[in-house]
């Protein structure tokens, strides 16, 4: 189980948008500026090293999207990440309870796997999510796990399996509004992740 740990921290060019070759400035959902919300969440996919997805939602749309997911999800994917993460430890190295720590937790964060604690480098595919406060991200770690995280495909997969069908419905359809391109699609083919997770 993980120590608490809270910072604040620059945020790393890794959540800038792809597309905008910037940070994000709106809410992908509402198109609210995201510099007057108190938090805000980024989502990427990556195959190869390369952004395939990507997504900045508020605090508002974060809620509204977790909340059509189904109880038969939500109880499923709780008790994964439960099970997952209670015999997860940081490296003795890190003294979360110090803030010069924060960039040393913050790379820890997003490079190694939330759920199994595999190395991002020999990770083919991979999401990373984080939530921010204005141009900031909120680097936390505690008995729930952490963020930002970093997420394998493999680990990503496995929770995509515990989806109800409503649930990948809702998802897809939230795609579909949203982005160019079946919802279901390849992993190879940009625009394309599995329904596995949303902070």
């Known amino acids: 189980m993980y120590p608490f740990a809270y910072f604040l921290h620059p945020m790393p060019s890794v959540f800038w948008s792809e597309y905008l070759e910037r940070p994000f400035e709106e809410c992908l959902d509402c198109s609210c500026p995201l510099s007057e919300q108190d938090f805000y969440l980024i989502q990427k996919q990556f195959v190869v090293g390369e952004t395939v997805f990507e997504m900045a939602l508020c605090g508002g749309c974060r809620q509204n999207l977790q909340q059509q997911y189904s109880a038969e999800s939500a109880a499923a994917i709780t008790t994964f990440l439960t099970e997952a993460l209670k015999n997860r430890t940081l490296p003795e190295e890190l003294d979360v ?8 937790l ?12 595999i190395d991002r480098a020999v990770c083919r595919r991979y999401s990373l999510a984080g939530l921010f406060q ?5 680097v936390q770690c505690g008995s729930r796990g952490q963020v930002p995280l970093m997420i394998c495909d493999r680990c990503e997969q496995q929770m995509s399996g515990l989806i109800s069908q409503t649930t990948r419905d ?27 997770f949303l902070m």
């Open 134 to 138: 204005q141009s900031q991200i909120i």
């Open 170 to 196: 809702n998802w897809n359809r939230f795609v579909e509004e949203h982005f160019d391109g079946p919802p279901e699609m390849e992993l190879e083919q940009p625009g394309d992740r599995n329904t596995g």
């Open 106 to 117: 913050l790379q820890y964060c997003l490079n190694h796997c939330m759920i199994c604690g």
């Open 97 to 104: 309870t110090s803030e010069q720590s924060a960039s040393q």
